[in-house]
C-alpha cells in the first residue's frame, strides 16, 4: 500500500522508486501483484506519467486510512512527533501561505525532518477529495459533507482604500456616502454576478451595493487594485495592519467595520484522522494565534 500510495503522489514509477529507494521494476511488479490481486487497473500508464483510474482513487481513500491507523497505533507508543513521515498534501489561502505559513516552516520541517510538504497556497477552490489534498484552510462558510470542519477562530476584517483614492473620491463617513464610490470586486470565478461589500449597522451586516470598474479573482491583485487607488476593499485586518500604519491604506469607516469571517481548518472525512494532519492542525492554530489573525 506504501508503494501505491508513492506511485500515487509521484505520479510515475520512476519517481516512485527513487522516493522510496527501490528499483523501478520492484515498484512496477508491486503494483501489478496488488491489481491482480485486487482484479481492478489502479492506473492508467503511458510512458511519461500513470494517472489513478476511479478504482484507484477509491483503493487510495482505504490505503490511506489503513496506513494512518498504523501511524497512528506505532505513535502509541512513542512520545514525541519527531519520529513522523511521509508527505503532507496543504492548500491555504495565497496571503496566509506567503505571508505566515512560509517563513515559519523551516522551523516546523526541522523539528520533523522525516515530513515533506507540498503546499499549494492560491486562491482557487481545490476539491480535497479529488485532488488529494490532506488538509487545507478555508476563509468564510462553508458546506461539504465529506469535509471535516474545525473552526479556528473569526477574522476580523477592515474596509480600506489608498490615500490617493481618498483624495481623489474623497473619504466617505456614512454608510450612505458609499452610494457614489467605488469597489474592486472580488470573485472567485469570473465574471461576477454583483459587485458589493458588507458592513455593520446598528449590530448587524448589512450588504452594500456599489460601482465597481475593476474585477479580480486573486488576493494580490485584489490588495494591489486598491494600492493603485482603483477602490474600496475588505480584507482581513492582520494583512493590511502594516499597510495602515505606514500610511499606504486608510481605514474607511471604521465604526461600521464588515462582520468578521471565520477561518477553518479542513480535512476529508475518513476512519483515522492522519498524525500528520493532526500535527499539522496543532502547528498551525498555534502559528495564527501568535500573530493575532483572530477577533477577540
Known amino acids: 500500500m506504501q508503494i501505491f500510495l508513492q506511485v500515487l503522489e509521484s505520479?510515475?514509477?520512476?519517481r516512485a522508486a527513487q522516493a522510496l529507494g527501490l528499483p523501478r521494476s520492484t515498484v512496477s511488479t508491486e503494483i501489478q501483484l496488488v491489481e491482480d490481486r485486487l482484479q481492478a487497473q489502479l492506473f492508467l500508464r503511458?510512458?511519461?506519467k500513470v494517472v489513478p483510474?476511479?478504482?484507484g482513487r477509491r483503493f487510495a481513500e482505504?490505503?490511506?486510512d489503513i496506513l494512518d491507523a498504523v501511524t497512528a497505533s506505532e505513535q502509541m507508543f512513542r512520545h514525541?512527533?519527531?519520529h513522523l513521515s511521509g508527505r503532507l498534501r496543504v492548500d491555504v489561502p495565497s496571503r496566509i501561505g506567503r505571508r505566515l505559513i512560509l517563513p515559519a516552516l523551516p522551523d516546523?520541517?526541522?523539528r520533523h525532518p522525516g515530513?515533506?510538504?507540498d503546499l499549494s497556497a492560491s486562491d482557487r477552490i481545490v476539491d480535497l477529495v479529488a485532488d488529494g489534498v490532506d488538509c487545507a484552510l478555508r476563509v468564510g462558510s462553508l458546506e461539504n459533507s465529506e469535509l471535516v470542519s474545525r473552526n479556528?477562530?473569526?477574522l476580523r476584517f477592515v474596509t480600506c482604500a489608498s490615500p490617493a483614492y481618498v483624495a481623489r473620491h474623497g473619504l466617505p463617513r456614512a454608510p450612505g456616502a458609499l452610494a457614489t464610490h467605488r469597489l474592486v470586486n472580488y470573485a472567485t470565478r469570473l465574471p461576477a454576478m454583483s459587485a458589493e461589500l458588507e458592513i455593520t449597522e446598528n449590530g448587524q451586516a448589512r450588504p452594500v451595493s456599489m460601482a465597481s470598474t475593476i474585477t479580480v479573482d486573486g488576493a494580490e491583485a485584489y490588495l494591489a487594485a486598491a494600492l493603485s487607488g482603483l477602490g474600496l476593499i475588505q480584507v482581513p485586518a492582520y494583512d493590511v495592519a502594516d499597510l495602515i500604519a505606514s500610511g499606504r491604506l486608510v481605514e474607511i469607516l471604521p465604526a461600521h467595520p464588515p462582520p468578521p469571517v471565520p477561518l477553518s481548518f479542513l480535512f476529508v472525512r475518513r476512519r483515522n484522522l492522519s498524525p500528520r494532519v493532526r500535527l499539522f492542525q496543532d502547528w498551525i492554530t498555534a502559528l495564527l494565534n501568535r500573530h493575532g489573525l483572530f477577533d477577540a
Open 53 to 55: 483510474t476511479q478504482d
Open 62 to 64: 482505504s490505503a490511506r
Open 108 to 110: 516546523f520541517l526541522d
Open 11 to 14: 505520479g510515475n514509477f520512476t
Open 80 to 82: 514525541a512527533d519527531l
Open 46 to 48: 503511458t510512458t511519461r
Open 115 to 117: 515530513l515533506s510538504v
Open 152 to 154: 479556528l477562530g473569526m
